[in-house]
């Protein structure tokens, strides 16, 4: 299965957030670390923040951190929050629709994949995770810049 980059973008902004537990980060630090649009990136947080995935703080010193513990924010909670369509074949057009026996097959394949990633936590990614000592540096020093303006 392939996911979308809006869905890339939230799990990298999580799994960040988990790598740097009880330390504020900000959306503009995080974005021009991971390479996001700025937009992109504060839209994400919103809809993460609005699904409990993290907790944000506005006005000066703000930013965001996890809402919840790493170890109970499953992969598949934030794949199913971020492709709410997911389907493994587009087929409006098909001929073959709708007594095509490709169907029940693939739904089986994409449950399956939920099913794998519902197995694995934010937390099990960020244990195997290491922040770059330039990225983790990078997101602090600014956060802690905002903080104190």
């Given at each position: 299965?392939?996911?979308?980059?809006?869905?890339?973008?939230?799990?990298?902004?999580?799994?960040?957030?988990?790598?740097?537990?009880?330390?504020?980060?900000?959306?503009?630090?995080?974005?021009?670390?991971?390479?996001?649009?700025?937009?992109?990136?504060?839209?994400?947080?919103?809809?993460?923040?609005?699904?409990?995935?993290?907790?944000?703080?506005?006005?000066?010193?703000?930013?965001?951190?996890?809402?919840?513990?790493?170890?109970?924010?499953?992969?598949?909670?934030?794949?199913?929050?971020?492709?709410?369509?997911?389907?493994p074949a587009d087929c409006?057009?098909?001929?073959?629709?709708?007594?095509?026996?490709?169907?029940?097959?693939?739904?089986?394949?994409?449950?399956?994949?939920?099913?794998?990633?519902?197995?694995?936590?934010?937390?099990?990614?960020?244990?195997h995770t290491r922040l770059?000592?330039?990225?983790?540096?990078?997101?602090?020093?600014?956060?802690?810049?905002?903080?104190?303006?």
């Amino acid at each position: 299965m392939r996911l979308t980059r809006h869905t890339d973008y939230a799990l990298r902004i999580l799994l960040q957030a988990a790598t740097q537990p009880g330390e504020r980060l900000s959306i503009a630090a995080v974005a021009e670390a991971q390479g996001i649009a700025r937009n992109h990136a504060m839209k994400l947080v919103n809809e993460l923040a609005n699904a409990g995935l993290l907790a944000t703080t506005r006005g000066r010193g703000g930013g965001f951190t996890l809402g919840r513990a790493a170890d109970s924010i499953l992969i598949g909670e934030v794949v199913r929050l971020t492709e709410p369509d997911l389907q493994p074949a587009d087929c409006p057009n098909c001929a073959l629709q709708p007594a095509c026996g490709l169907i029940p097959v693939l739904d089986g394949a994409a449950e399956a994949f939920l099913a794998e990633l519902d197995r694995h936590t934010l937390a099990d990614a960020a244990r195997h995770t290491r922040l770059s000592p330039a990225l983790r540096n990078r997101t602090a020093t600014e956060a802690q810049v905002a903080a104190e303006t």
